[in-house]
C-alpha cells in the first residue's frame, strides 16, 4: 500500500496531520466566514482563484482531493473537505448536493432543467472540475451536437452561461 505524502509550500514533505495543521491556521486568511466560503466557491471565477490562491500557499489540489481520500470524502465536493476544516461543517456527497439544487429547478423552463440535469451528472459522476465556465461549450457540444442547436433550445450564448453559472450558488445553500 502506498503513503499519501503531503509537501509543505517550500517543498518539505510532512504528514498528513501537519498538512491539516498548516491549512487549519491559513484557512482564515482565504476567506472570512462560511458565507464567505460559499460566496466565492459557488462562481467559477472565483472558486477558481480561491483554488490558485491555496495553491500558492502550499495546499494544491491534488493535495486537497488526498485529504478528501483520508477523510472517506472522495464522493464530495473539495469544498466540504475546506468547509469541514474551518468550521466543522458536515461533509455532504456531491450527490446530496445536487438534490439540493435540483429543488430550484421546479421553476424553471423545462429545457433549461434537462441542461442543468445533464451539467449535475457530470458533477455528480466527475467532481467540481465540471463547474468549470470552460466547460460550457463541451457541455453544450455533448448535449446538443452543436451550438445553434443549443440556442434553438435554450436561447443565446450568454444565456446559457449565465444559467449555468448562476444555478451553481445553489449547491452550496
Not at 466557491?41 to 482563484?49: Q, Y
Not at 500557499?57 to 482531493?65: A, H, P, R, S, V
Not at 449535475?120 to 465556465?133: A, T
Not at 453559472?165 to 445553500?173: A, C, E, F, R, W
Amino acid at each position: 500500500m502506498t503513503t499519501t505524502s503531503f509537501w509543505s509550500a517550500d517543498g518539505t514533505p510532512i504528514t498528513a496531520s501537519e498538512f491539516l495543521k498548516q491549512l487549519y491556521g491559513e484557512l482564515p486568511s482565504f476567506f472570512t466566514s462560511e458565507a464567505d466560503l460559499k460566496e466565492q466557491w459557488s462562481v467559477p471565477a472565483t472558486r477558481k482563484k480561491l483554488l490558485e490562491k491555496l495553491s500558492e500557499k502550499g495546499f494544491t489540489k491534488d493535495q486537497l482531493i488526498e485529504f478528501q481520500k483520508i477523510l472517506n470524502a472522495e464522493n464530495s465536493d473539495i469544498f466540504d473537505v475546506l468547509s469541514y476544516v474551518a468550521y466543522g461543517s458536515k461533509i455532504l456527497e456531491r450527490v446530496e448536493r445536487a438534490e439540493k439544487a435540483r429543488l430550484q429547478f421546479d421553476s424553471m423552463d423545462a429545457n433549461y432543467r434537462e441542461f442543468l440535469e445533464f451539467v449535475l451528472s457530470q458533477y455528480i459522476r466527475n467532481g467540481v472540475e465540471e463547474l468549470d465556465d470552460e466547460k460550457i461549450s463541451a457541455f453544450i457540444q455533448l448535449k446538443y451536437n452543436s451550438i445553434p442547436d443549443a440556442k434553438y433550445k435554450l436561447g443565446d450564448v450568454k444565456t446559457i452561461r449565465n444559467t449555468f453559472i448562476d444555478y451553481q450558488k445553489y449547491l452550496y445553500v
